[in-house]
């Protein structure tokens, strides 16, 4: 027998209006403890809202769901390539879904996904370090798999699903040993927001090689910023001003290493001939600005398109796959003068 929507509203112990509310990612909210209660039931009883109650078959031509931090971002306007070319291949339609970085957000798109029946969810942003919210979100990931969905990451989640695993560590202590082995002694860091695992797993890579050099890398020339030019642009003016001497700062993306190059431009700062910048993930503005960006390759296109395969793919248990990280070697970073 069907669960129905009066099934959760009575589990949960809310009014069906109150569960329509919340699968339905209505404009009323809804307290933030009647909406886990609500989630729990739909969890717990499998519970998958059916958005189109008079065609009960899937289509053939069914759509694959994709929830991305910000489309407008260049890292992921290059994976989100990668998933339409191969969505394109095998005749599915993307509805691609912007969280902002917003946990919260990125939990009420999975649940209006699952409404919509989709036949795939990509989850194609950074995780997070939250576990509560990791439990919220596997509850609602495995309702949708027990229901026939599959689901597929990019990154490193503690999700359920298959998962393509960029090298973020590998590719950042490469990029910092090349950097540090140029005689560089005094080198800043532009991480990303705290909250992401990409930020971790990056920093990491580059303290790892500072320890393994003997070259100190203390708190004040390590400054978190949003992944973005503006993030960036603020960051290095920041920590010009806790470490003046620097020669050379370590953005880790390369949105944040231009606007690192705007900051340095606007200070009379000459890059790198004072202070060496590089970026990660070799953007396709990375080799046009001025100096042209050092920086870490990842294969995005490569990436959406892998990530498209296995959510669409037949494994009957999750896979990982591997993501190479590649220095590419340009202008922005030489030795340290003299």
């Known amino acids: ?24 990612d209505s404009a009323k909210k809804v ?3 009647l909406r886990e209660r609500v989630l729990a039931a739909v969890a717990e009883l499998h519970y998958v809202p059916n958005a189109h109650a008079q ?30 070319r191969q969505a394109a291949a095998h005749g599915r339609l993307l509805v691609i879904c912007n969280s902002y970085r917003e946990p919260e957000r990125e939990l009420a798109y999975v649940a209006l996904l699952r409404a919509q029946q989709v036949h795939a969810l990509i989850l194609a942003g950074s995780g997070y370090h939250d576990d509560e919210f990791t439990a919220r979100l596997n509850g ?10 599959r689901v597929a990451v990019i990154g490193r989640h503690e999700l359920v699903g298959s998962a393509v695993l960029p090298a973020n560590e590998a590719g950042a202590y490469a990029l910092a040993c ?30 790892r090689a500072a320890a393994e050099l003997g070259v100190p ?62 970026g990660f993930d070799d953007m396709p503005i990375a080799r046009d600005v ?32 591997p993501a190479p990280a590649e220095v590419v070697w340009r202008a922005s970073c030489v030795p340290p003068a003299t």
Request: charged share 20%; net charge positive.
């Open 31 to 33: 307290a933030p403890q």
């Open 290 to 321: 001025t100096p042209a960006l050092s920086t870490v390759r990842l294969p995005l296109v490569g990436m959406g398109e892998r990530a498209m395969a296995l959510a669409l793919g037949d494994e009957a248990v999750p896979v990982s796959e």
């Open 140 to 149: 609602e990931l495995n309702a949708y798999q027990q229901g026939g969905g």
């Open 178 to 207: 090349r950097v540090l082995r140029l005689g560089h002694r005094r080198i800043g860091v532009i991480a990303g927001p705290r909250t992401l695992t990409t930020t971790t797993d990056r920093l990491s890579g580059v303290r």
């Open 1 to 24: 027998m069907a669960v129905t929507l009066a099934d959760v509203a009575r589990l949960a112990g809310v009014s069906p209006a109150t569960v329509s509310r919340v699968i339905n």
């Open 217 to 278: 890398l203390p708190p004040e020339r390590i400054v978190h910023a949003d992944f973005t030019r503006d993030g960036g642009a603020a960051a290095a003016g920041e920590l010009l001003a806790a470490a003046p001497d620097l020669t050379a700062i370590l953005a880790l993306n390369d949105s944040m290493a231009v606007g690192t190059l705007a900051t340095l431009r606007e200070r009379g700062v000459a890059a790198p001939q004072q202070i060496s910048v590089t």
């Open 55 to 84: 065609n009960v078959a899937r289509p053939r031509k069914s759509a694959v769901g994709v929830i991305v931090h910000d489309v407008s971002d260049p890292y992921f306007a290059e994976i989100t390539r990668g998933l339409q």
